[in-house]
């Protein structure tokens, strides 16, 4: 069903700027992004990237400030791993990457409302998790 137009999705739009901030700062430590937002009959993967010879899948989670639904680390529950850990399956086969090193990383960003006109959205806290699963 579509969404009527008019009235942006501010969740979607929370998100992607989220994914863009956490693939800045991931650019800024040195990381070379391979892919964002890969997709495949199963799912996405929101970015993938090398760090020296490993490949890291990033499951970027972007919440509001005082939230109501718990951190953003914690929404990435066990079934959550089990489907980013199914689809870089698929990633590694398609881009012929088996016997790869590879690690699971979650980049948890909180944002307020900004104050800016240049910004929706204000980093309020980053939380880098580095093999979080």
């Known amino acids: 069903m579509n969404k009527p137009s008019g009235k942006p999705d501010a969740r979607r739009s929370i998100g992607i700027y989220g994914e863009s901030e956490a693939a800045a700062y991931l650019l800024d430590l040195g990381y070379a992004i391979l892919d964002r937002n890969w997709r495949c009959r199963i ?15 990033i499951e970027v989670r ?3 400030a005082g939230g ?23 990633y590694l086969s398609m881009n012929k990457l088996h016997g790869s090193r590879i690690r699971f990383d979650v980049i948890a ?25």
């Open 43 to 57: 799912g996405e993967l929101d970015i993938v990237a090398r760090q020296d010879s490993v490949i890291v899948v």
């Open 62 to 64: 972007t919440r509001r």
């Open 68 to 90: 109501r639904f718990g951190t953003a680390v914690e929404s990435v529950d066990y079934k959550k791993q089990f489907r980013v850990r199914s689809i870089a399956e698929v």
């Open 109 to 133: 960003i909180t944002v307020k409302q900004a104050d800016s006109e240049t910004s929706a959205f204000e980093v309020v806290e980053r939380r880098h998790v580095e093999a979080a699963f």
